[in-house]
C-alpha cells in the first residue's frame, strides 16, 4: 500500500472516529488527494477517489439538498466512506 493510500485511509479514520469534524476532513483529504492521487496504484486510486467524490457531493444544508438529489448529507458520506475502506481492505493487490 502507498503512503498516500495509508495516510488518506488514516484521515478517513480520524473522521469516523470523530477526531475532525467533516469540514476538516472533506478539506485535508481533497487537498492531499488532489496533489499526490498520481502516487496511488490504479486499484487503491479506483476505491479512494470514490470517497473523493462522495466529499464533492457533500451538503450540510438540507434544504440545497432537497434541491439535488445527488448532493449528500453527513450519514451517507459516512456510510460511503466506511464502505470504500472495507472494499480497501478485501481488494488483494492493495
Known sequence: MTYVAQYLISLCIRYLSSEIEISLFINRYQIYF??????LTESEFGILDKIYMACEFYESEPA??????????ESQVREI????????????DV
Open 34 to 39: 488532489e496533489d499526490y492521487q498520481e502516487r
Open 64 to 73: 440545497i439538498r432537497e434541491c439535488d438529489r445527488y448532493l449528500l448529507d
Open 81 to 92: 466512506i466506511s464502505g470504500k475502506l472495507m472494499d480497501l481492505k478485501s481488494a488483494p
